[in-house]
């Protein structure tokens, strides 16, 4: 395994990080605990979940995924071999069965203490702002537009009440999710202007089929040193192949969810062919090619890969030792010119 630090900390963490958002609704307890023994073996440190998970959210399954993870640390008493990161869940029609009162200081932390009791431990080491509340391009919405809405900029709140929250030591740092330039910035200069804590990461979709992160986000993170951790690298499981080679199952995750449609689209299967092309060609596959493609780029901290099988796993973690020669990244930039981010 390879690993790198934390942006401006000395928490080491590995370059390729467990996601869990499966775990309770198509993967099992037993699955989730198999899967967390075979990463930490295999020397992945890091583990990304979120009191939403697992995805699609519901009230009967809310806050699953981070139980889990507490029956594991109770279990095996690793806590301590492991960088911890959670998210709060964002306000929306569809997250009303968590709260309904935002990012207030109040929502925060009670959504911190309830994490730790789930999560069965005493502090958190990385806890994100899983969407903005105000409304804006994320989520699937590719283009902002403006509307009048009731939100004000709180900010400096934010970056405050979690300075009380740090203090305390439930949670040791802090980063945002889904979030684009102006929100960023905004809260790198509340920090700066106030000496107030500062977000060290941001979790964003980044894969072959979504590289809308290198549009202005990427100049962010390397010249503010905010590290990238990507989500969806396989853009839902499409880059592994399954779909247009006909591998997939009825329990294939765009099979069950609707909501996941744009990853289905005909430009997205276009390149995902382009892309199988170059694979190929290479005597490479495709799954572990999407893959070393994002953990490479120099503003990744950690590719967040997620499994339904261990042979996925098993698979996904192996791409590690891959590194993409120029000829294959001159051929997908090829693909990316003709094709630019279908999935976004």
């Not at 080491?12 to 869990?20: A, F, M, Q, Y």
Request: aromatic share 10%.
């Amino acid at each position: 395994m390879t690993y790198t630090t934390l942006p401006q900390t000395d928490i080491k963490v590995s370059k390729l990080c467990l996601g869990t958002m499966t775990w309770g609704l198509q993967n099992t307890q037993a699955e989730g605990f198999e899967q967390m023994d075979y990463a930490l073996d295999q020397g992945i440190n890091f583990f990304d979940t979120a009191e939403l998970y697992p995805v699609p959210s519901e009230a009967k399954t809310y806050a699953d995924t981070e139980r889990i993870i507490g029956q594991w640390f109770q279990k095996t008493g690793n806590r301590d071999k492991v960088v911890l990161a959670s998210k709060i869940a964002g306000p929306g029609e569809y997250t009303a069965h968590i709260r309904t009162n935002g990012f207030s200081p109040e929502a925060i932390k009670d959504a911190v203490n309830k994490s730790l009791e789930r999560l069965k431990t005493d502090y958190i080491d990385l806890y994100q702002l899983h969407w903005p509340e105000r409304i804006t391009n994320t989520l699937g919405i590719r283009d902002y537009k403006h509307e009048d809405e009731a939100w004000d900029d709180n900010f400096n709140e934010i970056l405050h009440t979690f300075d009380g929250i740090m203090k305390s030591g439930k949670v040791r740092h802090i980063g945002i999710s889904n979030e684009k330039a102006w929100g960023t910035m905004r809260y790198l200069e509340e920090s700066k202007k106030h000496d107030l804590p500062r977000m060290l990461t941001v979790q964003n979709a980044y894969s072959l089929l979504n590289r809308l992160f290198e549009g202005d986000m990427a100049e962010i993170a390397m010249r503010e040193d905010i590290g990238l951790l990507a989500y969806s690298p396989l853009g839902c499981g499409v880059l592994s192949g399954k779909y247009i080679k006909g591998e997939d199952s009825k329990n294939s995750r765009l099979n069950l969810f609707t909501r996941f449609a744009r990853y289905s689209s005909a430009s997205c299967t276009d390149a995902t062919k382009k892309y199988l092309s170059i694979a190929e060609a290479h005597q490479l596959k495709l799954s572990q090619m999407a893959l070393a493609f994002v953990t490479q780029q120099p503003f990744v901290t950690s590719n967040i890969i997620g499994a339904t099988t261990m042979s996925q796993l098993k698979e996904n973690i192996e791409s590690i030792n891959l590194n993409l020669s120029d000829e294959v990244l001159e051929a997908i930039e090829d693909v990316h010119k003709i094709i630019p981010n279908p999935a976004a």
